[in-house]
Protein backbone atom coordinates (compact mmCIF):
# COMPACT_ATOMS: atom_id res chain seq x y z
CA UNK A 1 0.00 0.00 0.00
CA UNK A 2 1.15 3.60 0.21
CA UNK A 3 1.74 5.77 2.97
CA UNK A 4 2.00 9.65 3.36
CA UNK A 5 4.03 10.84 6.72
CA UNK A 6 3.81 14.48 7.05
CA UNK A 7 6.47 16.36 9.09
CA UNK A 8 6.82 20.31 10.02
CA UNK A 9 4.46 21.51 12.42
CA UNK A 10 5.01 23.28 15.19
CA UNK A 11 4.19 25.93 17.61
CA UNK A 12 5.27 29.58 15.93
CA UNK A 13 4.63 33.51 17.08
CA UNK A 14 2.48 35.20 14.76
CA UNK A 15 4.59 36.37 11.68
CA UNK A 16 6.67 33.67 11.73
CA UNK A 17 7.35 30.78 9.38
CA UNK A 18 7.38 26.81 8.70
CA UNK A 19 8.03 24.33 6.16
CA UNK A 20 5.85 21.35 5.81
CA UNK A 21 6.78 18.46 4.12
CA UNK A 22 4.28 15.01 2.86
CA UNK A 23 6.68 12.11 1.72
CA UNK A 24 4.74 9.58 -0.11
CA UNK A 25 6.08 5.73 0.12
CA UNK A 26 4.93 2.46 -1.13
CA UNK A 27 2.99 0.79 -3.99
CA UNK A 28 3.48 3.97 -6.32
CA UNK A 29 3.80 4.20 -9.99
CA UNK A 30 2.51 8.19 -10.31
CA UNK A 31 1.57 10.73 -8.20
CA UNK A 32 -0.91 13.14 -9.94
CA UNK A 33 -2.68 15.91 -7.77
CA UNK A 34 -1.41 16.56 -4.15
CA UNK A 35 -2.71 18.79 -1.89
CA UNK A 36 -2.72 20.13 1.47
CA UNK A 37 -5.93 20.84 3.88
CA UNK A 38 -6.43 21.89 7.14
CA UNK A 39 -8.92 21.24 9.96
CA UNK A 40 -9.07 23.55 12.82
CA UNK A 41 -11.35 22.65 15.95
CA UNK A 42 -14.86 22.57 15.60
CA UNK A 43 -14.15 23.27 11.45
CA UNK A 44 -14.66 21.79 8.53
CA UNK A 45 -11.82 20.51 6.54
CA UNK A 46 -10.78 22.23 3.99
CA UNK A 47 -8.00 22.95 0.70
CA UNK A 48 -5.42 25.34 1.30
CA UNK A 49 -3.18 24.90 -1.57
CA UNK A 50 -3.24 21.89 -4.65
CA UNK A 51 -0.36 21.01 -6.97
CA UNK A 52 -0.96 19.43 -10.82
CA UNK A 53 1.92 16.82 -11.84
CA UNK A 54 2.64 20.04 -14.01
CA UNK A 55 2.94 22.42 -11.42
CA UNK A 56 -0.03 24.20 -11.81
CA UNK A 57 -1.22 25.31 -8.64
CA UNK A 58 -4.29 26.94 -6.96
CA UNK A 59 -4.49 28.71 -3.28
CA UNK A 60 -7.29 29.07 -0.91
CA UNK A 61 -8.08 33.07 -0.87
CA UNK A 62 -6.70 33.51 2.90
CA UNK A 63 -3.02 31.77 1.61
CA UNK A 64 -2.55 33.55 -1.51
CA UNK A 65 0.49 35.54 -1.06
CA UNK A 66 2.31 33.80 2.00
CA UNK A 67 2.19 30.10 1.43
CA UNK A 68 3.77 27.99 -1.31
CA UNK A 69 3.40 24.39 -2.22
CA UNK A 70 5.80 22.53 -4.46
CA UNK A 71 6.71 19.30 -4.83
CA UNK A 72 9.46 16.75 -5.79
CA UNK A 73 8.82 14.12 -7.85
CA UNK A 74 12.12 12.65 -8.00
CA UNK A 75 11.61 12.31 -4.20
CA UNK A 76 7.67 11.73 -4.34
CA UNK A 77 7.48 14.55 -1.54
CA UNK A 78 5.48 17.77 -1.27
CA UNK A 79 6.02 20.61 0.44
CA UNK A 80 3.94 23.55 1.94
CA UNK A 81 6.61 26.79 2.94
CA UNK A 82 4.03 28.97 5.18
CA UNK A 83 5.18 32.85 5.71
CA UNK A 84 3.43 35.50 7.70
CA UNK A 85 1.74 32.71 9.62
CA UNK A 86 -1.63 33.90 11.67
CA UNK A 87 -2.81 32.88 14.38
CA UNK A 88 -5.99 31.91 12.30
CA UNK A 89 -3.89 29.37 10.83
CA UNK A 90 -3.90 27.24 13.37
CA UNK A 91 -4.93 24.09 12.63
CA UNK A 92 -4.03 20.30 11.97
CA UNK A 93 -2.29 20.05 7.94
CA UNK A 94 -3.11 17.01 6.25
CA UNK A 95 -1.58 16.18 3.16
CA UNK A 96 -3.39 14.43 0.05
CA UNK A 97 -2.29 12.56 -2.71
CA UNK A 98 -3.96 10.84 -5.93
CA UNK A 99 -2.18 7.66 -6.81
CA UNK A 100 -1.66 5.57 -9.29
CA UNK A 101 -0.37 1.79 -8.29
CA UNK A 102 0.46 0.64 -11.91
CA UNK A 103 0.31 1.91 -15.78
CA UNK A 104 -3.25 2.22 -16.41
CA UNK A 105 -4.51 2.06 -12.71
CA UNK A 106 -7.74 4.71 -11.66
CA UNK A 107 -5.97 6.96 -9.07
CA UNK A 108 -6.83 6.31 -5.20
CA UNK A 109 -6.65 9.20 -2.91
CA UNK A 110 -4.52 8.61 0.38
CA UNK A 111 -4.20 10.90 3.45
CA UNK A 112 -1.36 11.32 5.89
CA UNK A 113 -1.83 11.49 9.65
CA UNK A 114 -1.93 15.18 9.73
CA UNK A 115 0.73 17.60 11.77
CA UNK A 116 -0.59 20.01 14.17
CA UNK A 117 0.36 23.65 13.48
CA UNK A 118 -0.38 26.24 16.01
CA UNK A 119 0.36 30.21 15.68
CA UNK A 120 0.23 32.42 18.96
CA UNK A 121 -0.07 35.64 18.42
Known amino acids: QVQLVESGGGLVQAGGSLRLSCAASGSIFSINAMGWYRQAPGKQRELVAAITLGDHT ?15 NAKNTMYLEMNNLKPEDTAVY ?15 PYWGQGT ?3 VSS
Open 94 to 108: YCNAKIRHYPGSWES
Open 116 to 118: QVT
Open 58 to 72: NYANSVKGRFTISRD
